[in-house]
């Protein structure tokens, strides 16, 4: 049973002050439901993606809490957590309820407020994705991981700072014409180099920011779509998930993300496709060398080859594979529970032909979304063509 | 901070540092693991682990979580035994290491639980 895509949305993202994870929650559901021309009282099923709010809000039970502030009490409702996978785990299940036959019309989506804690506290709840006493004890925080895998990389493939700034320059340049973006500005090389350090090798704007957003999508079985007169023109072709260790010290290439690798390939064998056949991707660039180790695993790229694909333009709008039109993590910014439907919402506006950084005609997208180091992976595949 | 940790952390101060090696199949990893992730046998025995390993990765951090915030900058080290098994800590009596070269390993108690360091050998 193939499942389609009705409608996404996702709010802007950045600081929301003046809202909360439920209000924030709500405003792209609502955005959502409208663009696929249903009501709350439509939906049957919910999966939202939440990271850190039982730390930043003191609240868990975030399923039921959003199922009842978008007026849906009457749906089944979860909160789906794989760290800042969250939301493509979200999405995932929403597909297979559909897919299996269990459910007609699923509202998947995420969201994260991050901004209402300080720094510390949020840097604090992030590291919670990592192993708590091999990692965290220690003192190791996230940039820090990642800042292992990046050393660890550029010294088995010779590759430089400069390679990994070549990403940021690119995201944060496809940012600025995206109107939900956090980050507006353009950046260059030596400034991405000259930015203060966080965790060497990895400077400040090899970093994600810390954002506040919601993003949803509606997901719907396609006899629903036939049987209610529903326009749908992207449909939700195949997914893959797997884990890895959940500490880096366990893995035996620090410069490899596996989970990410077989989430690939079970996504392309569900999809029935190869990484040749997908014309547009967003990808978790939560640091620099995130992109260049993501667009290895997801095969465009051979190992040690990935850091030439910004530096040589092969993944820029208008390159061979363009990855994060939207300005990814980077410069869109990164509601970590939110970020695989966030993902959706930008390759579905692609496959639509409504994307701010249109690439030319595309027919398959692909979302892949990371928790943690590496711990865990989801691939999600998207076909233009609808009910 | 398990009390597993607490255990591992407090033989490594009291050099005798240990880690698991499956019967099974040689795979080596360290507690409280019990399932091994190679052939899904439950036959880990505990070993003596070397006070010796290698630099894998290194990684100075400037921007920290609240418990090391006043700690910064501060270097983390990824190091690999003989025996297989990698172990992240704190470097100690340097400002840097560079991948390949020896550290000793050793833990320190804090307030709240216990830090995994390694230090230049020799």
Request: net charge negative; with cysteine.
């Amino acid at each position: 049973m193939t499942v389609q895509i009705a409608g996404v949305a996702s709010t802007e993202f950045g600081e929301h002050p003046d809202s909360s994870t439920r209000e924030l929650f709500t405003d792209a559901a609502l955005e959502a439901l409208e663009d696929a021309s249903l009501s709350v009282h439509d939906i049957e099923e919910l999966y939202a993606g939440n990271f850190i709010g039982d730390l930043t809000d003191d609240q868990a039970h975030v399923g039921a809490m959003l199922a009842d502030y978008i007026g849906a009490r009457e749906a089944a409702s979860m909160r789906t957590e794989s760290a800042c996978a969250s939301a493509s785990s979200a999405a995932r299940s929403g597909a297979q309820a559909i897919a299996a036959g269990d459910a007609d019309v699923a509202l998947v989506g995420g969201v994260e407020m991050m901004h209402a804690s300080g720094l510390g506290e949020v840097t604090d709840a992030l590291a919670n994705a990592a192993d708590n006493e091999y990692e965290n004890e220690a003192g190791l925080t996230f940039p820090g991981i990642y800042a292992l895998m990046a050393q660890a990389y550029m010294r088995e493939f010779d590759a430089d700072q400069e390679d990994l700034a070549a990403v940021a320059v690119k995201n944060y340049e496809n940012g600025t014409t995206n109107p939900i973006a956090q980050r507006l500005e353009e950046t260059d090389v030596e400034n991405v180099l000259d930015s203060p350090p966080v965790a060497t090798p990895l400077n400040l704007q090899d970093c994600c920011p810390i954002t506040d957003g919601a993003s949803a999508a509606v997901l719907v079985s396609a006899a629903y779509a036939e049987e209610h007169g529903l326009e749908t023109t992207v449909s939700f072709e195949g997914s893959g998930q797997s884990s890895d260790s959940l500490a880096l010290q366990d893995r035996p290439d620090l410069a490899r993300t596996r989970a990410a690798e077989r989430a690939a390939d079970q996504a392309y064998d569900s999809a029935g496709i190869s990484p040749d056949d997908v014309d547009v991707v967003e990808l978790h660039d939560c640091f620099t060398i995130a992109e260049i180790l993501a667009i290895e695993s997801l095969g465009f790229f051979e190992r040690g080859e990935g850091a030439r694909g910004a530096v040589e333009g092969e993944t820029a709008v208008d390159g061979r594979i363009p990855v994060n039109t939207s300005g990814g993590l980077l410069a869109k910014g990164h509601p970590v529970g939110a970020t695989g439907v966030a993902q959706l919402v930008e390759i579905t506006k692609q496959l639509e032909g409504r994307h701010p950084n249109q690439v030319d005609d595309p027919t398959v997208g692909l979302t892949h979304t990371v928790g943690g180091s590496g711990a865990s992976c989801v691939v999600n595949v998207l076909r233009a063509g609808g009910e | 901070m398990q009390q597993w940790f607490i255990d591992f952390a407090e033989r490594i101060d009291d050099g005798d540092p240990i880690y698991l090696a499956c019967e099974e199949c040689g795979t080596t990893a360290l507690p409280p693991r019990s399932v091994c992730p190679e052939c899904g046998t439950r036959t880990f025995e505990e070993r003596s682990l070397s006070e010796t390993a290698t630099v894998t990765a290194s990684t100075t951090i400037f921007s920290s979580i609240p418990a090391y915030a006043d700690e910064t900058p501060y270097t983390v080290v990824v190091a690999t035994f003989d025996e297989g098994v990698r172990l992240t800590g704190q470097l100690r009596d340097a400002d840097s290491v560079e991948p390949g070269e020896t550290v000793t390993v050793d833990a320190e108690e804090r307030d709240d639980g216990w830090l995994v360091t390694f230090s230049p050998t020799g």
